[in-house]
């Protein structure tokens, strides 16, 4: 296969902005993978406008709020079809702030393993996606795993920008070196890898083999060590000329990075949070975070557990943009909506309110286990 250079060449007017990416396709794919978009060809302003009012027609998109839009998906290669459409309609409606969020620990089958039998993958969060029950429950690896396969994909989705103009930044630099590791082969992984905590060197992942791009000569080399040490002891910084940046199940910590980079390199460049779960941070330093984390991030795409609490079993999803379900999966049968909102999403009450106004007979006997309900929910 000829080696793709990673710094690929394009007009600087699309570098500018991350609007010239909104025509995205799928294409063939790799086995591992699920999504690959085509490129965008390099075009000025008025022929990406001409192209976003052709966007619906491409994709065949309904019209927000549709409840046809609020179907469930299948299995997990649906689930990341309908994610890649909803991060499409985003970005045509000028979303640069996007959250995204897949069902914990959701196996995604892109680092695939000898002994997994299920090539297609379930999105059941605390069963590793097997059809077998694990009596190893859900670890830090299976997380970590998890968290990098959905950044896999996403990183693969943006590709036609060039790898120099995509970021994906995790927590640390253990698991930033991870993604280094896994995705080094993968000439479709291109991009930068980075760490908001970061104690060693970061670094470009690109070209055939997956190695750092050397530079030639002394003072050159010099210069490199001197700028990464210059990095590594001051705040975090999105390399120059980055349209997407994603943000790899960030927490609480690395909310305040994230704030901080928003406000210093604007709308202009698109920042996806992938599984920042947001609803479990209470607390915000300042009124301006709360705003940007729970009103200026756009919830793209979700597929979670409801609290249990108010509705046992159940799911709360949204495809943008479409409105929010609230779902049961009975052991019998398809999955069944239960209610759907426009506008924010379901609360605790909203949802014990919906859940209770299940009919009776409907109602299956005895209490089932969360992790039984996800684990069959795609079957």
Same mark, same amino acid.
């Given at each position: 296969?000829?080696?793709?250079?990673?710094?690929?060449?394009?007009?600087?007017?699309?570098?500018?902005?991350?609007?010239?990416?909104?025509?995205?396709?799928?294409?063939?794919?790799?086995?591992?993978?699920?999504?690959?978009?085509?490129?965008?060809?390099? !075009?000025?302003?008025? /022929? *990406?406008?001409?192209?976003?009012?052709? #966007?619906?027609?491409?994709?065949?998109? +309904?019209?927000? =709020?549709?409840?046809?839009?609020?179907?469930?998906?299948?299995?997990?290669?649906?689930?990341?079809?309908?994610?890649?459409?909803?991060?499409?309609?985003?970005?045509?409606?000028?979303?640069?702030?996007?959250?995204?969020?897949?069902?914990?620990?959701?196996?995604?089958?892109?680092e695939e393993k000898s002994s997994s039998k299920n090539k297609r993958g379930n999105l059941s969060s605390l069963t590793d996606g097997s059809d077998q029950q694990d009596d190893s429950g859900l670890t830090?690896?299976?997380?970590?795993?998890?968290?990098?396969?959905?950044?896999?994909?996403?990183?693969?989705?943006?590709?036609?920008?060039?790898?120099?103009?995509?970021?994906?930044?995790?927590?640390?630099?253990?698991?930033?070196?991870?993604?280094?590791?896994?995705? !080094?082969?993968?000439? /479709? *992984?291109?991009?930068?890898?980075?760490? #908001?905590?970061?104690?060693?060197?970061? +670094?470009?992942? =690109?070209?055939?083999?997956?190695?750092?791009?050397?530079?030639?000569?002394?003072?050159?080399?010099?210069?490199?060590?001197?700028?990464?040490?210059?990095?590594?002891?001051?705040?975090?910084?999105?390399?120059?000329?980055?349209?997407?940046?994603?943000?790899?199940?960030?927490?609480?910590?690395?909310?305040?990075?994230?704030?901080?980079?928003?406000?210093?390199?604007?709308?202009?460049?698109?920042?996806?949070?992938?599984?920042?779960?947001?609803?479990?941070?209470?607390?915000?330093?300042?009124?301006?975070?709360?705003?940007?984390?729970?009103?200026?991030?756009?919830?793209?795409?979700?597929?979670?557990?409801?609290?249990?609490?108010?509705?046992?079993?159940?799911?709360?999803?949204?495809?943008?943009?479409?409105?929010?379900?609230?779902?049961?999966?009975?052991?019998?049968?398809?999955?069944?909506?239960?209610?759907?909102?426009?506008?924010?999403?379901?609360?605790?009450?909203?949802?014990?309110?919906?859940?209770?106004?299940?009919?009776?007979?409907?109602?299956?006997?005895?209490?089932?286990?969360?992790?039984?309900?996800?684990?069959?929910?795609?079957?």
């Open positions: 296969m000829k080696e793709v250079p990673l710094d690929r060449k394009r007009p600087s007017s699309c570098r500018r902005g991350w609007l010239c990416i909104t025509l995205l396709t799928i294409v063939a794919v790799p086995s591992h993978a699920f999504l690959t978009p085509t490129s965008t060809s390099p !075009s000025t302003s008025a /022929s *990406a406008a001409t192209q976003l009012r052709m #966007i619906g027609k491409v994709f065949g998109g +309904g019209g927000s =709020g549709d409840r046809k839009d609020a179907q469930l998906p299948k299995d997990i290669k649906d689930a990341i079809s309908k994610c890649r459409e909803a991060v499409q309609k985003g970005l045509e409606d000028r979303i640069s702030r996007m959250d995204i969020e897949m069902p914990v620990g959701a196996k995604f089958g892109v830090m690896e299976k997380l970590d795993t998890s968290n990098r396969e959905l950044a896999r994909l996403f990183v693969e989705m943006f590709q036609p920008l060039g790898g120099q103009h995509i970021c994906a930044v995790f927590n640390d630099e253990y698991l930033a070196d991870q993604a280094r590791q896994r995705w !080094s082969n993968d000439i /479709s *992984a291109e991009c930068n890898i980075m760490a #908001i905590d970061r104690k060693g060197k970061r +670094g470009i992942l =690109g070209g055939k083999k997956g190695k750092q791009k050397k530079v030639k000569g002394f003072a050159a080399k010099l210069a490199e060590e001197l700028e990464e040490d210059s990095i590594a002891s001051g705040p975090f910084q999105l390399p120059k000329g980055t349209e997407v940046a994603m943000f790899v199940a960030p927490g609480p910590k690395e909310l305040i990075a994230i704030e901080r980079i928003c406000n210093e390199v604007g709308m202009g460049t698109c920042v996806i949070l992938l599984n920042a779960r947001l609803y479990l941070n209470e607390k915000y330093a300042t009124n301006e975070a709360r705003k940007l984390f729970s009103e200026d991030f756009v919830p793209v795409w979700s597929l979670s557990a409801a609290p249990q609490e108010s509705a046992p079993g159940c799911l709360l999803h949204r495809a943008y943009p479409g409105p929010w379900v609230l779902a049961r999966k009975p052991k019998v049968g398809p999955p069944k909506t239960i209610a759907v909102k426009e506008g924010e999403k379901f609360s605790g009450e909203e949802c014990a309110d919906a859940y209770g106004k299940i009919e009776v007979s409907e109602l299956e006997k005895g209490t089932e286990k969360l992790a039984e309900n996800l684990a069959g929910w795609f079957k």
